[in-house]
């Protein structure tokens, strides 16, 4: 069993910044780690992603403005946002799948992005 733990959410005015993290009970060497988030009244989405090997991909709406780094030795996976708009506005979830596809979630952090 993973128990995952995401902070850093709070309320932030557009065009700011905000660093997300996660923090695992257990080692994540060969996970793969993602982002997801769920905006009021719409279905959960991928953020972004970062593979064991590192290879990272990103949702459309946050390229160009969002990165997605991992400390395997902390146990540690972390997501910036900056330009921040309202429509980030969302619950973010750190998800963990093991190589034999078992599937780990957060309990969320909200993100506000109101002015």
């Known amino acids: 069993q993973v128990q995952l733990v995401e902070s850093g959410g709070g309320l932030v005015q557009p065009g700011g910044s905000l660093r997300l993290s996660c923090a695992a009970s257990n080692s994540i060497f060969s996970d793969d780690m993602d982002w997801y988030r769920q905006p009021p009244g719409k279905e959960r989405e991928l953020v972004a992603s970062?593979?064991?090997?590192?290879?990272?991909n990103y949702a459309d709406s946050v390229k160009g403005r969002s990165t997605i780094s991992r400390d395997n030795a902390k146990k540690m996976v972390y997501l910036q946002i900056d330009r921040l708009k309202l429509e980030d506005t969302a619950v973010y979830y750190c998800?963990?799948?093991?190589?034999?596809?078992?599937?780990?979630w957060g309990k969320g952090t909200l993100v506000t992005v109101s002015s």
């Open positions: 998800h963990l799948q093991t190589p034999y596809r078992i599937h780990y």
């Open positions: 970062i593979s064991s090997t590192y290879a990272t």
